[in-house]
């Protein structure tokens, strides 16, 4: 993790949280997914790096994130509950923002919690604590659903509480390729 750097959108960081759950014996065996009873003992303390500056604290967390959905095999409400076991509000946050992130980049789209029928969707399905970081990341689903800029703007507009999320996920993702 230390020796990663911001090269391509911070994949590295993305790709060595998503190595940190596994024992060398795990991955010889091929293991790539666990149950949460398996994982839980290994979130809390998976981002401890010493001294390092919030964005690598960010990277860390939100990289586990990505690496909490994966490990249990797209279990959204479970992944979710493995960023609740980070001390923080901050570190929570930044968990759940790669979740919801890892959620709409998922190699096997069969996986992906994702309804064209329902764009709100998974966001108006889950706990309203976790909600500004879903809408946050919404956006990207709608693009990958194939909605316009008119109409991401728009069903943004229409969000009560988290049209400002939102509408700054929407700047982010005009901001750069990610839909390459």
Request: proline fraction near 3%; charged fraction near 20%; aromatic fraction near 10%.
């Amino acid at each position: 993790f230390h020796a990663c750097t911001h090269t391509c959108h911070a994949g590295c960081f993305h790709g060595a949280m998503e190595t940190v759950f596994f024992t060398e014996e795990e991955r010889e065996q091929g293991i790539q997914h666990l149950t949460f009873s398996e994982l839980q003992p290994r979130i809390a303390h998976a981002c401890d790096l010493g001294d390092v500056s919030k964005a690598s604290l960010f990277q860390c967390q939100h990289g586990l994130g990505h690496a909490i959905l994966f490990t249990l095999d797209y279990d959204l409400q479970g992944a979710l509950q493995g960023c609740d076991l980070l001390e923080t509000s901050y570190g929570r946050s930044s968990c759940a923002i790669g979740v919801f992130m890892e959620n709409v980049g998922a190699a096997e789209s069969e996986k992906r919690w994702l309804k064209k029928e329902d764009p709100l969707y998974p966001c108006n399905a889950i706990e309203e604590r976790y909600q500004p970081d879903c809408f946050r990341q919404q956006t990207k689903i709608w693009f990958s659903l194939g909605f316009s800029d008119e109409q991401i703007a728009q069903m943004c507009r229409a969000l009560p509480h988290s049209a400002d999320l939102c509408f700054q996920g929407l700047g982010r993702d005009l901001s750069r390729p990610f839909r390459e």
